[in-house]
């Protein structure tokens, strides 16, 4: 008898230690920590086939960060259960980068004589808000772009930090064709110069669908005099403008970025089409991974590390870091 249980106890454990079930283990934790409910069994099986698919893609990848052959990991988070072009179509938009150049009015170089300080790290100092989460409906990074840049910038001039309202861009900046499909941080600003400044986030919250306008000027937190795009698509003119004035808006091609969860995101593949909003609030130096810039990102804390990513620096522009930077002047 004793044997009997013995033996039905083992069974049982090295079952629990198959792949399949491990998975179907982290399938079943996965549902509860993003809060996940399927309208059908047929969507429910289609997720969890997908899920699998890119778990087995993380895995694989991990196992090769281990070994030292990437400098990034990967990880489970809200986006395991989509297809890499339904994670693409859902949360990047592309931009056009001629169209997106001649909107702005002011380039900027570093001047000759400053020597950048080898890192900075802005939410140590105080200039960066909490991360937020744009959502599955609302295709607003250029709003949290242009609020986090705004934010930074504001700081930095006033030494008072206030979070900006993204819903006020989202809402009110649609006849400067910025919406829930996309839009560019430039325009943003124009809005915000036109409109005579931007409410605070606590007077008017995100709310992830765009509403009816609901400004109003009692409740500004900033300004904007003007804006300036980083010349030459340069990385040391972006790290100069970045140590000197705050934090700056960028795009970059986002492509990849599905499953990223920690270390210095160095992807080869990565191209110069920029789809994807967000904002350089530092850079530095990893030892292992080398030279990174510290980049907020608007996709909750759950995303990398917590909701940050760190995007490979002086690696020939990659991504397009450097491509789109765009700051306010307050
Ligand atoms: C990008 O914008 C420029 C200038 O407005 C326009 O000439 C060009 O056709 C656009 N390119 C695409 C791919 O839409
Ligand atoms: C880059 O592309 C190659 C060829 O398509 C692919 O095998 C490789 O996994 C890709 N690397 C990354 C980091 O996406």
Redesign the pocket.
């Known amino acids: 008898m004793k044997t009997l249980i013995l033996f039905v106890a083992l069974v049982g454990y090295t079952q629990a230690l198959s792949y399949s079930d491990v998975l179907e283990e982290e399938w079943n934790r996965f549902q509860i920590d993003y809060t996940k409910f399927y309208q059908t069994e047929d969507e429910a099986l289609l997720r969890r086939l997908i899920f699998v698919d890119n778990k087995r893609r993380i895995d694989k990848h991990n196992r090769r960060f281990m070994a030292g052959l990437e400098s990034y990991e990967m990880g489970v988070n809200q986006f395991t259960d989509l297809l890499p072009k339904e994670f693409q179509s859902q949360m990047l938009s592309s931009l056009n980068i001629t169209e997106a150049e001649g909107l702005i009015e002011f380039r900027y170089s570093a001047p000759r004589d400053v020597d950048p300080p080898s890192s900075i790290d802005w939410r140590a100092k105080g200039a960066v808000t909490p991360v937020m989460d744009q959502g599955e409906i609302c295709e607003s990074c250029w709003a949290f772009a242009t609020t986090g840049t705004l934010e930074g910038q504001t700081f930095v001039r006033t030494g008072r930090l206030v979070q900006l309202s993204a819903q006020n861009l989202v809402d009110c900046s649609s006849t400067y064709n910025n919406n829930c499909g996309g839009g560019l941080a430039a325009r943003a600003l124009k809005y915000i110069m036109d409109n005579g400044g931007i409410n605070t986030e606590s007077s008017y919250p995100y709310q992830g669908t765009m509403q009816q306008c609901r400004y109003d000027s009692r409740n500004i937190g900033a300004t904007v005099q003007g804006r300036s795009l980083v010349k030459d698509k340069s990385e040391a003119n972006l790290a100069v403008a970045t140590a000197l004035y705050g934090p700056v808006s960028v795009a970059v091609d986002g492509t990849?970025l599905q499953h990223y969860r920690s270390g210095v995101y160095n992807?080869?593949?990565c191209t110069n089409d920029l789809n994807h909003a967000m904002v350089v609030v530092g850079y530095g130096h990893d030892s292992y991974d080398g030279d990174y810039w510290l980049v907020k990102n608007s996709w909750g804390t759950s995303f990398g590390e917590s909701g940050y990513i760190r995007m490979s620096r002086n690696r020939n522009n990659q991504c397009g870091i450097a491509s789109y930077a765009v700051f306010p002047m307050v």
Do not use: A
Request: hydrophobic residues 0%.
């Open positions: 990849g992807n080869p593949n």
